[in-house]
């Protein structure tokens, strides 16, 4: 039986990839966390590539809570934030995943939105919906709960000396 994955599951799946990644980065880089990876990988990327993202219920935490992310958005919005991307004429898996990725990045607190990239298509989705979408919409969520929680059992940690 074959399975058909959905443009929307291909496009979060390269969302959560990229912010799995940057979640990593984030943890590797917090000196009090402790936090390695794996002897067996030397970059955030494969390491995301070919743990994170084939562990199949840490794949499906991450898409949940992106996806509550997402709902959180097009409550402010008032809006799907699927049509606002077709919208901004971002047809592709990648576009989307991209335009996602700023729009998670911006919930999380991290000073970057859609407007970074994308704030001309944004502009055009106002437009043509006739609907004012923030880039950074007045959305927040903790990226500790929603992305590395969910991963951080996955690298290594050494014992911190008190």
């Not at 966390?33 to 794949?59: G, K, N, R, W, Y």
Request: glycine letters at 4%; charged letters at 25%; proline letters at 2%.
């Amino acid at each position: 039986m074959e399975v058909r994955i959905s443009h929307v599951q291909r496009t979060l799946k390269l969302a959560v990839r990229d912010l799995a990644v940057a979640s990593v980065l984030d943890e590797l880089d917090d000196h009090d966390s402790h936090a390695s990876l794996p002897e067996t990988h030397e970059d955030p990327q494969s390491f995301v590539d070919e743990v994170v993202m084939t562990d199949e219920d840490t794949l499906l935490e991450l898409v949940a809570n992106v996806s509550e992310i997402i709902g959180a958005v097009a409550a402010v919005w008032q809006q799907d934030v699927w049509l606002v991307f077709y919208h901004m004429d971002l047809r592709t898996d990648e576009a989307q995943a991209d335009a996602l990725y700023y729009l998670v990045m911006s919930v999380f607190g991290h000073g970057i939105g859609l407007d970074d990239d994308h704030s001309e298509m944004l502009a055009l989705a106002e437009r043509k919906l006739r609907g004012s979408f923030l880039a950074s919409p007045d959305v927040y969520r903790d990226q500790y709960c929603c992305m590395t929680d969910s991963i951080g059992y996955l690298l290594e940690y050494a014992d911190a000396a008190c």
